[in-house]
């Protein structure tokens, strides 16, 4: 199966602070990944081309790395995710920047088809649309944060229950 799944949001700052922010990604400081709610993402060596890493289940390279700009990630797990995601970072104006998260791949097999479906699709729209919401959070005085759906919901407490 085909998937493009694409987030994208505003951030109404110079996209050199935004930027700055995407550089802590998997690094103590991260401001980036809400780690308050999900499993943090890792690196053993840190960002950089060639590190292997991941978050809960979903295991991938770093593919490319242009400092505050992109980061590419190729899926090694779980196996028939055969793809790539990637976090990017575009200035709109002075004071607007536009921060993109995609996933381009193919699902090969039901198995992996299903867990897109299902369950994992759902969760990372929930975790993307929360990690923009830290990465705006670290500009704004009033927080914003992202409700999850009852599905959702219903996945975190089923995955919390079996690990």
């Not at 951030?11 to 401001?31: F, G, H, R, S």
């Not at 978050?55 to 899926?75: D, P």
């Not at 990465?135 to 219903?154: C, D, G, M, Q």
Request: hydrophobic share 45%.
């Amino acid at each position: 199966m085909n998937v493009v799944n694409t987030h994208k949001r505003i951030i109404n700052q110079p996209q050199v602070k935004v930027a700055m922010l995407l550089e802590t990604l998997a690094t103590k400081a991260d401001c980036v990944w809400p780690n308050d709610k999900w499993p943090p993402i890792r690196f053993k060596n840190g960002l950089k081309v060639g590190e292997k890493g991941g978050h809960g289940i979903i295991r991938y390279s770093v593919e490319e790395y242009i400092l505050g700009k992109l980061i590419v990630f190729r899926f090694l797990q779980p196996k028939g995710f055969n793809g790539i995601h990637k976090f990017e970072v575009k200035e709109i104006n002075s004071t607007s920047t536009e921060v993109t998260h995609s996933i381009i791949m193919n699902t090969i097999g039901v198995k992996a088809t299903l867990q897109w479906l299902i369950a994992i699709r759902w969760l990372h729209d929930a975790l993307i649309e929360n990690a923009f919401d830290t990465i705006e959070n670290n500009f704004l005085e009033v927080k914003k944060h992202t409700k999850w759906s009852y599905w959702v919901s219903f996945w975190r407490f089923i995955l919390t229950r079996i690990r």
